[in-house]
């Protein structure tokens, strides 16, 4: 549980102090009634000894003050809600073009499929989200810088040529560098920008894509993935039959350590489903709202509890 105010959870110190305190009074107690040998007239003269009564109602009451600190901290949860309409957006399409994307388990081909679906997330996005468009293989490559002209973002997707190799971290490098240089940092920590990486296997190439993804979240800037392919693909290069399964396990990996999501999709109407669910997250941000209401029923419920407990201590039933 998150909270608002979480210093005033301190004041849950109070409770083992005015345990002990209720301890050594007892004890104390018992040692004054050890005294008298007249027991008659010990209830006559002192209060009714303690029972069990009595420690129920002091564990109420010590059970409900640590209820009423913990809503005085303000319990928080992260909440997603629509950004603005006002809100200007960046989002890096990081697009792998490594030859693994040239298998077609994913039909006509990993790399059209995955350049269809591309193009009708970002016709999608808001007039008022910047698109930028980075491919990478070997090497990184920004294809486009940030742009609120989405017909460029467009004609940009698709345009790389597959090579060998796949550097998953040059290109998370890539987008956040690109981001970094165009959105500042927000009074969050966060930056008004996403990454969406497209990619069908795991790093062979660069630095770390691990690496990368805590550059990313370092920098407030959460990846999602989408990983796209089977588990039964081949692709022919130089005369050789190479297997080019789907590793999403990177991907997810990458995207958990960014604070971002994970996805897979093994075919263009997987892709499809995929990019929309993509598009309405990205529409949309956390926020920390207040939750207190939600439980101050059960403080009240502890409230109550403890009262009557009180009650039936000072009225000395039976």
Do not use: C
């Not at 293989?137 to 090579?163: C, I, S, Y």
């Amino acid at each position: 549980m998150n909270f608002l105010e979480p210093v005033r959870l301190w004041g849950l110190l109070l409770v083992p102090v005015l345990l002990a305190g209720y301890v050594v009074l007892q004890r104390r107690r018992g040692r004054y009634a050890i005294r008298f040998t007249n027991l008659t007239l010990l209830d006559t003269v002192a209060p009714r000894r303690v029972n069990w009564r009595q420690h129920l109602a002091v564990g109420l009451a010590l059970l409900t003050l640590a209820g009423g600190v913990v809503l005085f901290a303000k319990p928080s949860q992260n909440v997603r809600v629509p950004v603005s309409v006002d809100s200007t957006y960046t989002v890096v399409m990081v697009m792998d073009s490594s030859l693994s994307m040239g298998a077609e388990d994913v039909l006509p081909d990993r790399h059209t499929a995955a350049t269809v679906a591309a193009k009708r997330f970002v016709t999608e996005l808001p007039s008022n989200y910047r698109v930028s468009v980075v491919s990478f293989a070997e090497h990184a490559t920004v294809r486009l810088a940030p742009t609120l002209d989405h017909a460029e973002a467009l004609a940009a997707l698709g345009k790389a040529r597959l090579r060998s190799y796949t550097a998953t971290g040059e290109g998370i490098f890539t987008a956040v560098d690109v981001i970094k240089s165009t959105v500042p940092t927000g009074s969050n920590g966060r930056r008004a920008a996403f990454v969406v990486l497209l990619s069908d296997g795991k790093s062979t190439a660069g630095r770390s894509p691990f690496v990368a993804a805590r550059y990313a979240e370092r920098e407030g800037v959460p990846i999602y993935t989408v990983a796209i392919g089977t588990h039964h693909a081949f692709i022919e290069n130089q005369g050789q039959l190479i297997d080019v399964r789907v590793a999403s396990g990177q991907l997810k990996t990458i995207a958990r350590i960014s604070g971002g999501s994970s996805y897979v999709a093994g075919s263009l109407e997987d892709l499809t489903r995929v990019y929309g669910a993509l598009n309405g997250e990205l529409q949309s941000t956390l926020e920390r709202r207040d939750v207190t209401s939600r439980y101050l029923g059960w403080l009240v419920l502890l409230m109550l509890l403890s009262t009557v407990g009180g009650l039936f201590v000072a009225s000395r039933w039976p």
